[in-house]
């Protein structure tokens, strides 16, 4: 169930107990994320990634100025300022007449060298959203985006169906992120979290996994056996790399991996997690504490 920020706080008080920031925050992004769906998705106009990507680019640089606000006025987002672990966010999502499917963006501009996550599968991936809303209030990333179309519908008129699947699209606002934070030299990881069910897998190395980490590459990066290793000891399950330990889910086609290649970076990290342990992580706030601190986006 959702709950309106207002609503939420409302609940908890009743209740006797005051909404903290986090909690108000939280349903906040809930109700903007869920508002922005698209069903209907529409192809990008050419060169508007370019141009988004100089704005996500100034966006993660510094405040929001006025005539960058109303730049992204002209492309059809909305902006919104949150303060997050004492750092001032930007919220950029789609006017309500200007929906195209394009993405929620959560923008820190004043948190140095701190991870980026990526949510691209979150009406299919359950709970993924939800719980990159939580650790997006609760850590420090430097940015979090939300995809806001199902991945297996496609625009009237393309024959691809995984054209609007924010993971595997040729171009789109997360590619666009991508190569932003490259340009200003942000380090990562920059981590994309899926869902995975282990009982359709066809290995037994993959039933048995309870996540799977990947560097979206043949080879596993530095960085991902070091986040293995940390992830290992705070989760306690059975997590597995690709593909030195499982064969499977590897990120191998993902384009935001690819992107990442093209600038010489190591630190893209394909997170997979069964429902058990994206359940888990929902439930227990100090679990999801071990994972933002093994993803390099702690809580001051």
């Not at 999502?93 to 701190?114: A, I, K, N, Q, V």
């Not at 690819?258 to 058990?276: P, T």
Request: aromatic share 6%; net charge negative.
């Amino acid at each position: 169930m959702k709950f309106w920020p207002g609503a939420i706080a409302s609940i908890l008080v009743f209740c006797g107990a005051s909404p903290s920031n986090a909690e108000v925050e939280d349903a906040l992004l809930q109700e903007r994320w869920q508002s922005s769906r698209v069903v209907d998705p529409s192809v990008l106009p050419e060169g508007e990634i370019a141009e988004v990507e100089v704005l996500l680019a100034r966006s993660l640089d510094h405040a929001m100025d006025p005539q960058t606000e109303q730049a992204w006025a002209e492309l059809g987002f909305e902006t919104e300022t949150l303060r997050l672990q004492e750092d001032p966010c930007h919220l950029l999502y789609e006017r309500h007449d200007s929906r195209l499917g394009r993405g929620m963006f959560l923008l820190c501009p004043t948190r140095s060298r701190y991870s980026t996550l990526l949510i691209p599968h979150g009406f299919h991936d359950r709970l993924t959203a939800e719980i990159g809303m939580l650790l997006a209030t609760e850590g420090r990333f430097r940015a979090v985006a939300w995809n806001t179309t199902p991945r297996d519908l496609s625009a009237e008129g393309e024959p691809d169906a995984t054209s609007h699947d924010v993971a595997h699209a040729k171009e789109s606002y997360f590619t666009g992120l991508a190569r932003a934070a490259s340009v200003l030299g942000i380090r990562g990881p920059i981590v994309q979290l899926h869902g995975f069910a282990p009982y359709l897998r066809t290995t037994a190395a993959g039933r048995s996994a309870r996540a799977i980490l990947s560097s979206g590459t043949s080879v596993p990066h530095e960085s991902t056996l070091v986040a293995s290793a940390c992830l290992g000891r705070a989760l306690g399950e059975r997590l597995l790399v690709y593909p030195t330990e499982v064969n499977e889910l590897g990120g191998t086609r993902n384009r935001v991996a690819a992107v990442l290649r093209d600038w010489g970076r190591r630190d893209f990290l394909h997170i997979e997690l069964s429902f058990a342990l994206r359940r888990r992580l929902l439930e227990d706030e100090s679990v999801r504490q071990s994972i933002t601190r093994c993803l390099g986006a702690s809580p001051r």
